[in-house]
């Protein structure tokens, strides 16, 4: 079975912390993407890989960065956190191309206190 | 870019109703158009997909067709249980670039009553 894992379900951290979401993927996927998730804003593209070191902004870069040094892993960073990041994270993976199914992990719930 | 229409939720159906969240897409093309769905506390899941134009995809009792017609890819469930209670995603083909980038729109919604 194909398997994105993020590496906590649940998080609080402080204003103004440096906080590092990590996403790894097993199945070779060329492409990973994270996504926040907010009750009536449905879900938004955060920033886009589709190789190892691209990257590509979605629809709400502010405040966020991203790396990918790896082609299975894919890490979401908020350089100062603010408790208006505090949300859903999502992480998906999918092959090149768009005729192809996401994957995505459980999700990174982000309380910022 | 390609983009979805998705119809607003919330849904609040009783058990054994009849079921249809309507999607229309703007794409170039006839790329391939998914469903997901996100149970509580989950993570999306593909739920089901159509490849090309007049395609059924079909999945757990639910059905879309892939309509090039009225570019729309409505989804349809004859009787719905409780468990189908859910977040459901309908994906605009991906678009942009050919690398495959994927947005997705609020979802509907889903609530079954017994």
């Known amino acids: 079975d194909v398997k994105v894992t993020q590496s906590s379900r649940y998080l609080v951290k402080r204003t103004g912390e440096k906080v590092f979401l990590e996403c790894v993927q097993d199945?070779?996927?060329?492409?990973m993407f994270w996504y926040r998730q907010d009750p009536g804003l449905g879900l938004r593209l955060i920033y886009f890989?589709?190789?190892?070191?691209?990257?590509e902004k979605g629809d709400i870069p502010e405040g966020y960065s991203v790396s990918r040094e790896k082609k299975e892993r894919f890490s979401l960073i908020l350089e100062s956190a603010s408790t208006n990041q505090t949300s859903m994270y999502l992480c998906?993976?999918?092959?090149?191309?768009?005729?192809?199914?996401?994957?995505f992990g459980q999700g990174t719930r982000l309380t910022v206190v | 870019g390609n983009s979805v229409t998705q119809m607003e939720g919330p849904v609040t159906l009783s058990e054994e109703a009849f079921l249809t969240i309507n999607c229309t897409y703007t794409?170039?093309?006839?790329?391939?158009l998914f469903w997901y769905v996100q149970y509580p506390g989950e993570g999306l899941q593909l739920l089901l997909k159509?490849?090309?134009?007049?395609d059924k995809g079909s999945n757990k009792g639910f059905e879309a067709t892939y309509r090039k017609e009225t570019t729309s890819f409505h989804l349809e469930k004859g009787s719905v249980q409780v468990s189908d209670s859910a977040v459901y995603f309908c994906?605009?083909?991906?678009?942009?670039?050919?690398?495959?980038?994927?947005?997705f729109g609020q979802g509907t919604i889903l609530t079954v009553h017994p």
């Open positions: 994906a605009p083909p991906a678009g942009g670039t050919s690398y495959g980038k994927l947005t």
């Open positions: 998906a993976s999918s092959f090149r191309g768009g005729s192809t199914e996401a994957f």
């Open positions: 794409a170039t093309g006839y790329p391939s």
């Open positions: 890989s589709y190789d190892v070191k691209m990257k």
């Open positions: 199945m070779d996927h060329e492409n």
């Open positions: 159509a490849t090309k134009a007049d």
